[in-house]
T-cell receptor, first 115, second 115 residues
Framework: SAVISQKPSRDICQRGTSLTIQCQVD?????MFWYRQQPGQSLTLIAT?????????ESGFVIDKFPISRPNLTFSTLTVSNMSPEDSSIYLC????????????FGPGTRLTVL | AQSVAQPEDQVNVAEGNPLTVKCTYS??????LFWYVQYPNRGLQFLLK??????LVKGSYGFEAEFNKSQTSFHLKKPSALVSDSALYFC?????????????FGAGTRLAVHP
């Protein structure tokens, strides 16, 4: 498995502002992903964070709203831009280990509340 | 497109009784199936997976799952439930579309184990 940390663990933000969430893994990983879990709902994939190239976004998510960086094999950031109350969710990063058997391991999540 | 369905929003079980959390899937090609558990205010924890091989898969915390190809099901089971098993359970299927191993999650089933 892998030890995954996320910062911040939670935040309360004003609408119109932006928040950057960090994800750090204790080992090099092939794939990193960002998910959103809206209140009382399941997880939805936002994007796959690619090292050294632009992230791959899922339908309904765009780079201008959710810019992602992945400068190396152990770190990624997700920014939630120009926030509105509808962005209030838990944001989770996950990783798939290099040479792993396909399961993903998840960070503890960042609980975001937008007022 | 790949999908999973969890037909029950909530499952109630008495402590010491067997539990089953249901999941059905729809895939093109070979199914790669997963179960995750989410405890309150925590990220997702990997329980078990089916890739190939034996239809009965054993996982963490005494959980197991039975893969049934003819019924396209992957139900999660435990012979004797504990109060501490109370949590939110997610079934997921791997989607290889676009060459990325992303996970598609079901809606989740809340398990409540009563003393």
């Amino acid at each position: 498995s892998a030890v995954i940390s996320q910062k911040p663990s939670r935040d309360i933000c004003q609408r119109g502002t932006s928040l950057t969430i960090q994800c750090q893994v204790d080992s090099q990983v092939t794939m990193m992903f960002w998910y959103r879990q809206q209140p009382g709902q399941s997880l939805t994939l936002i994007a796959t964070a690619n090292q050294g190239s632009e992230a791959t976004y899922e339908s309904g998510f765009v780079i201008d709203k959710f810019p992602i960086s992945r400068p190396n094999l152990t770190f990624s950031t997700l920014t939630v831009s120009n926030m509105s109350p509808e962005d209030s969710s838990i944001y989770l990063c996950s990783v798939q280990l290099a040479g792993g058997m396909n399961e993903q391991f998840f960070g503890p999540g960042t609980r975001l509340t937008v007022l | 497109a790949q999908s999973v369905a969890q037909p029950e929003d909530q499952v109630n079980v008495a402590e010491g009784n067997p539990l089953t959390v249901k999941c059905t899937y729809s895939v093109s090609g070979n199914p790669y199936l997963f179960w995750y558990v989410q405890y309150p205010n925590r990220g997702l924890q990997f329980l078990l997976k089916y890739i190939t091989g034996d239809n009965l898969v054993k996982g963490s915390y005494g959980f197991e799952a039975e893969f049934n190809k003819s019924q396209t099901s992957f139900h999660l089971k435990k012979p004797s439930a504990l109060v501490s098993d109370s949590a939110l359970y997610f079934c997921a299927v791997r989607d290889e579309a676009g060459g990325y191993n992303k996970l598609i999650f079901g809606a989740g089933t809340r398990l409540a184990v009563h003393p």
